[in-house]
């Protein structure tokens, strides 16, 4: 019978200090941080607003706040995704490189992530409609980018 005690005593000590420390924590989410900077790092005119733009829409970030969000566009790539028999480009790919970090976190180096998206749009010979369908593509392409970066950020720190 003292045994039994012994162990749950012991069971008892070993668990108590682990329960103690522990709690639950709510993840963060967007509008816990602070947008402080899109910037845009590529020769591609616009994407530091549209990207901006869509975060603070979609994100409902905060004007203060001890967490500090920073993004940076680092790349920008157009390329011919499919050619027709013929030779002529059928669909064009862009890709989007972002980085992004926090600070203001606990641990002195932060949070800090890159995502990268690709969106695909038809080729023509009409130079209007391919404006339209490239200017589209640009946009969805920074809606991607900024749903992947909230993403990410609703589960830290």
């Not at 970090?101 to 023509?124: D, F, I, L, N």
Request: net charge neutral.
């Amino acid at each position: 019978m003292t045994y039994r005690y012994l162990s749950l005593f012991t069971i008892f000590l070993v668990l108590f200090p682990a329960g103690c420390s522990y709690r639950f924590v709510d993840p963060l989410t967007a509008s816990d941080y602070a947008l402080v900077s899109v910037k845009n790092a590529t020769g591609e005119p616009g994407l530091a607003y549209l990207l901006e733009e869509e975060m603070l829409r979609t994100g409902g970030f905060k004007e203060r706040s001890t967490y500090k969000l920073s993004v940076t566009i680092t790349g920008f790539t157009e390329t011919v995704e499919s050619i027709s028999s013929d030779g002529t480009p059928v669909r064009q790919k862009l890709t989007l490189d972002v980085a992004w970090r926090v600070e203001g976190m606990q641990s002195a180096q932060g949070t800090y992530g890159k995502e990268s998206v690709v969106r695909s749009y038809p080729h023509t010979t009409n130079l209007s409609t391919l404006d339209w369908n490239r200017s589209a593509a640009v946009r969805l392409l920074t809606e991607s980018a900024a749903r992947s970066i909230l993403e990410h950020l609703g589960g830290q720190p």
